[in-house]
């Protein structure tokens, strides 16, 4: 059982930044497709970003805020977090999967999933 474990989380002031980081428990897989999704209170999970292969794709609203660095180790992945907004708080949470997706921004891409670690974005 792969487990994708989380760190970084935390409370910051509105224009702020995060950094949060995720690594496989498991160095035998290649995970190929790694990414974020957020949930907020009352709201359904949504995608923050991702990297499939070489490919990085980020969501609308965390475009020019949010970044994946591409100098990732294998299997983890990194958000670095910039201006920071309250709308961007939720708890989130790193996904990933054994192959290269065609549709990385759904979570259905996705079969594994850590446990998730909360930013908190005070106005």
């Known amino acids: 059982q792969v487990r994708l474990i989380e760190s970084g989380g935390g409370l910051v002031q509105a224009g702020g930044s995060l950094s949060l980081s995720c690594a496989a428990s498991?160095?035998?897989?290649?995970?190929?497709?790694m990414g974020w999704f957020r949930q907020a209170p009352g709201k359904e999970r949504e995608f923050v970003a991702t990297?499939?292969?070489?490919?990085?794709l980020y969501a609308d609203s965390v475009k020019g805020r949010f970044t994946i660095p591409r100098d990732n180790a294998k299997n983890t992945v990194a958000l670095q977090m910039n201006s920071l907004k309250p709308e961007d708080t939720a708890v989130y949470y790193c996904?990933?999967?054994?192959?290269?997706?065609?549709?990385?921004?759904?979570?259905?891409?996705?079969?594994?999933w850590g446990q998730g670690t909360q930013v908190t974005v005070s106005s």
């Open positions: 996904a990933a999967d054994e192959y290269l997706s065609s549709a990385p921004d759904n979570p259905r891409t996705y079969v594994y």
């Open positions: 498991d160095r035998t897989l290649s995970l190929l497709t």
């Open positions: 990297m499939s292969g070489g490919r990085i």
